[in-house]
C-alpha cells in the first residue's frame, strides 16, 4: 500500500478536499486511490455494485479545487432512486434490470456542481424496503466487522464501503431508519434531516414525507459539509425548510449551550433491548450530565405496533403507485417473477387498498408524527438506542417471505427509527460504542429543523467518545 492509499483510506472527506486545495494532491490521484481500495475490498464485502472509474476519471480533471469543501473527492451514490445521468438505475430489482438514467436529479447536479466525482453506486435492498442489503440481483453486502452479519439497509453498501475506507463519503437514504441502521451497524455517521431540508426532484414526494436523502460519514463534519453541498428546498417543494444563515460546517466548532436531554432506553412496543446497547446508552447520558447537560429519563408514549403496521400499510400503496409509473418505463407489467416476494407482497396489498383507507392512513401518520414530536418537545435533544439488538445474522431479514406480516414484524429490532420518519425531526446515529463485539450507534434526536444544534453536540461527542481509531478488521 503507498503512502497516497493509506493517506486516503484514513483522510475524511473534508481533509481530502482541503489536500486538493492545497495543491498537496490531485482529484486524479484521489480517483486512482479510491480505484485501488474498492478492487482491494470490495469482492470480500460486494458494498459497491456498478463501477463508474471511466466518468470518474473523466470528471477530475475539470475540478475546481476549493469549490465547495468537497471538492475533488470521490463518492459513490446508492443504487435507489438517485438519478446521475448515463449512470445504472436498478433498484436493485430485476424489474429494472438494464436501466439507466436519463438526466440528474437536482441532489446529483448539485453533487456534480460541487466537485465531487462519482466513483460507483453502493448495493440496496430491492426497493430500499429492508434493514439488511441482500438482494437477489446483486447479492449480499456483508458487514466487515464480522462477515456472518447484516451491514444493516438499507444504505448497508454505502455505510460498508465509508467504514472500510473504500469511500470516504457516500449517499444514503433513509424511509424507516435507512441511513442511521446500517450506520450503527457499521460504525459510522448517519443523518437523516429534518423533512424538507433536502429537496427530492424531480420527484415531489416519497411516502407522504416519510423518505429522506443524505449519507453515511466517517466525521460529523464530513456530513455537515455534505449537508451544505446539497441541502435546500425548491420552490413548490410540498415541505420546505429554509437553509440556515451559516453553513453546519461552521456552527459544528461550537458547542452548544446547556441542553435538556430527554434519555430512552426502553423499547415503545414493549420487546427487549440488548443490555450491552441499554449500559451505552447509560455511558452516553453520564458522558452529557458531565459536559453540563440536564439529563431526563424518558419513555416514549406511542402505541409503536400500531404506528408501524399503519404507516407499513401507507407504503403498500405508495409502492404500488411507484410501480404503475415504472411500468410505463419499462415497457410492460411488473410480475411475480421480476421482483422479489415481499415486493411483489406489499405490490398486492398496494393495489387493494382503496383510495379511502389509504387516505385515512396518511392522515394517521401525520397524526402520529404530531404526537411523537409534541411527546419529544419538552427536550432539546432526546437520546435512543438505534438498533435495540447488535446486528443480526445475514438472512434474518428475509425477503423472500411472502407473508408480509411475518416479515415487517421482524423490523422490530429498528423500533425506534420510523417514528422519526413519520414526525420529519433530524436524527442521527452516532458510533459511540459496541455492543456482542460489534459496533452500536446512539440516536439523536432534535426539534424539527434544529440540524444546527444536533450536528454541534454529535461534535462534542466526537471529541468526548473518539471513535476514529475504531476501524473493521476488513480496512487494515
Not at 492509499?5 to 479510491?34: C, M, N
Not at 466513483?119 to 453486502?141: D, F, H, M, R
Not at 426532484?201 to 453541498?229: E, H, I, Q
Not at 410540498?238 to 460546517?249: D, E, H, T, V
Request: glycine fraction near 10%; hydrophobic fraction near 45%.
Amino acid at each position: 500500500m503507498t503512502d497516497l492509499d493509506k493517506l486516503y483510506r484514513s483522510t475524511d472527506a473534508v481533509g481530502l478536499a482541503q489536500l486538493v486545495q492545497a495543491g498537496q494532491v490531485s482529484p486524479a490521484e484521489l480517483v486512482e486511490a479510491g480505484i485501488r481500495a474498492v478492487e482491494a475490498m470490495n469482492p470480500a464485502l460486494n458494498a459497491i455494485v456498478h463501477k463508474l472509474y471511466v466518468d470518474a476519471r473523466n470528471a477530475a480533471g475539470s475540478v475546481a479545487p476549493g469549490a465547495s469543501p468537497l471538492a475533488g473527492v470521490p463518492f459513490l451514490l446508492k443504487e435507489l432512486a438517485s438519478s446521475w445521468k448515463g449512470a445504472p438505475l436498478t433498484n436493485s430489482s430485476r424489474f429494472l434490470q438494464g436501466q439507466v438514467a436519463q438526466e440528474d436529479s437536482v441532489i446529483s447536479a448539485r453533487l456534480r456542481a460541487a466537485g465531487l466525482l462519482l466513483l460507483g453506486k453502493s448495493n440496496a435492498p430491492e426497493n430500499g424496503w429492508s434493514i439488511t442489503t441482500e438482494p437477489v440481483l446483486y447479492g449480499p453486502t456483508v458487514n466487515p466487522w464480522d462477515p456472518a452479519r447484516t451491514a444493516g439497509g438499507s444504505s448497508g453498501g454505502t455505510a460498508v464501503a465509508v467504514a472500510t475506507g473504500m469511500i470516504p463519503i457516500a449517499e444514503a437514504s433513509d424511509g424507516a431508519g435507512s441511513i442511521r441502521v446500517p450506520a450503527s451497524c457499521c460504525g459510522v455517521v448517519g443523518l437523516k434531516p429534518s423533512r424538507g431540508r433536502v429537496t427530492l426532484a424531480p420527484f415531489a414526494d416519497y411516502w407522504a414525507g416519510g423518505a429522506y436523502f443524505l449519507c453515511n460519514s466517517r466525521t460529523v463534519r464530513d456530513t455537515a459539509a455534505y449537508l451544505d453541498v446539497i441541502g435546500g428546498a425548491m420552490a413548490g417543494d410540498p415541505y420546505a425548510i429554509a437553509m440556515p444563515g451559516q453553513p453546519y460546517l461552521d456552527t459544528i466548532a461550537r458547542p452548544p449551550s446547556a441542553l435538556t436531554v430527554g434519555v430512552v432506553t426502553a423499547s415503545p412496543d414493549g420487546n427487549p433491548v440488548h443490555p450491552e446497547i441499554v449500559a451505552l446508552i447509560e455511558q452516553v447520558a453520564a458522558v452529557l450530565g458531565a459536559m453540563g447537560h440536564t439529563v431526563i429519563e424518558h419513555e416514549m408514549g406511542h402505541d409503536a405496533a400500531a404506528a408501524w403496521k399503519t404507516y407499513t400499510d401507507m407504503t403498500c400503496v405508495e409502492t404500488a403507485a411507484m410501480f404503475a409509473f415504472l411500468e410505463t418505463v419499462v415497457g410492460h407489467p411488473v410480475t411475480p417473477e421480476e421482483v422479489e416476494p415481499v415486493t411483489w407482497a406489499i405490490i398486492e396489498r398496494g393495489r387493494n387498498t382503496s383510495a379511502i383507507d389509504h387516505a385515512g392512513r396518511i392522515e394517521a401518520v401525520r397524526q402520529i408524527g404530531r404526537g411523537v414530536a409534541q411527546d419529544l418537545d419538552r427536550f432539546d435533544i432526546t437520546i435512543t438506542p438505534v438498533l435495540t439488538q447488535p446486528p443480526r445474522p445475514v438472512g434474518y431479514y428475509d425477503m423472500s417471505l411472502s407473508d408480509l406480516d411475518t416479515y415487517n414484524a421482524l423490523w422490530s429490532d429498528s423500533v425506534f427509527m420510523s417514528p422519526f420518519n413519520m414526525s420529519g425531526q433530524p436524527a442521527i446515529s452516532l458510533p459511540l460504542g459496541m455492543a456482542a463485539g460489534l459496533p452500536a450507534g446512539v440516536q439523536f434526536v432534535a426539534r424539527m429543523g434544529d440540524e444546527a444544534r444536533l450536528l454541534a453536540l454529535s461534535a462534542a461527542l466526537e471529541q468526548a467518545m473518539p471513535w476514529s481509531d475504531r476501524r473493521p478488521p476488513s480496512a487494515t
